[in-house]
Nanobody, 122 residues
Framework: QVQLVESGGGLVQAGGSLRLSCVASGRTFGAMGWFRQAPGKEREFVAAITRSGSKISYVDSVKGRFTISRDNAKSTVYLQMNSLKPEDTAVYYC?????????????????WGQGTQVTVSS
């Protein structure tokens, strides 16, 4: 049974920080990523990382503020979110696939978590 479970979301003031975690089970994955979806908006790419961590990609709007990492021994990927802005408010989803290349479109990921809500107040 393949399962991805996110945690770490919550309510934070602008300028604050949160760390999201995603624990994977049932399969060994290659690239893993984070996406987010705000009300009335399309699901958008946030960050992704290869299994070894040798390749990392971020959407321009989070560069310098967010850091993606993974611990393969714990089958967990993290998203450290600093200097949060109200426009970061969204449901954040963990995504995974068996492929080795980083993908930035939702349709290319096979497995998804249920999402965790991040709300940033001004």
């Amino acid at each position: 049974q393949v399962q991805l479970v996110e945690s770490g979301g919550g309510l934070v003031q602008a300028g604050g920080s949160l760390r999201l975690s995603c624990v994977a089970s049932g399969r060994t994955f290659g690239a893993m990523g984070w996406f987010r979806q705000a009300p009335g908006k399309e699901r958008e790419f946030v960050a992704a990382i290869t299994r070894s961590g040798s390749k990392i990609s971020y959407v321009d709007s989070v560069k310098g503020r967010f850091t993606i990492s993974r611990d393969n021994a714990k089958s967990t990927v993290y998203l450290q979110m600093n200097s949060l802005k109200p426009e970061d408010t969204a449901v954040y989803y963990c995504a995974a696939d068996s492929g080795v290349l980083i993908r930035t479109t939702p349709n290319l990921y096979e497995y998804w978590g249920q999402g965790t809500q991040v709300t940033v107040s001004s």
